[in-house]
């Protein structure tokens, strides 16, 4: 195994950590469920919760770091600063999106007993929760963007083939359009560029 692929390697380590954690067979249902269902599942099942989201904090951590070491791949020097910056940006999402998740972690659990117990919801995990999806929105829009960046990086001067690049960069477009759009996006979205580059570089000579 060479230097390119390792890096392949960790980038796929990434979505495929997040991914484990969204398969968590007792909370499929949560995902899209109405709030009362959904803190009636979370309460429910309190450690796969807990199990999930640390799986969340891990793969975006991951996937952030090995995105960080793909500009070393690039021999074109404009292209390897545009992945730099790319990389960046998709750092700071990272960062915005473990913080939700942390208060994922903190706060979600607590508010679901209260509201299986009491039938209420503390006004403060409210705009918490607010706060909480506003960081959320933020990473679909940076992330894609600093996604983009190393697409459109890679395609000029990457060892990938140009047509996944390029379909990274139009991909992440479509998810900030989409969340403009309808207001939300899955999360597992935005690890699908990272996951074909790191599969594209495990596949190169």
Known sequence: MNATHLIGLIVVIGPLSFGIGAANPYL?????????????????????????????????TITAAGLATLPGVIADGSARALAVAGAVGFAIAAVLWNVSLVHRLAVTPATAREFVDRGTIDPSSVALDRLSGGLFKAFIVIGSAGLAAIGVALASGGPIPAPIGWGAAIFSGVLVAGLVVSGDMPPFTVYLAPLAFGLALLGSP
Do not use: D, K, M
């Open 28 to 60: 499929a249902r949560a995902w899209t469920a109405p709030q009362e269902r959904f803190l009636a599942i979370v309460a429910g099942h309190p450690r796969s919760w807990r199990v999930t989201n640390l799986l969340f904090v891990a793969g975006t």
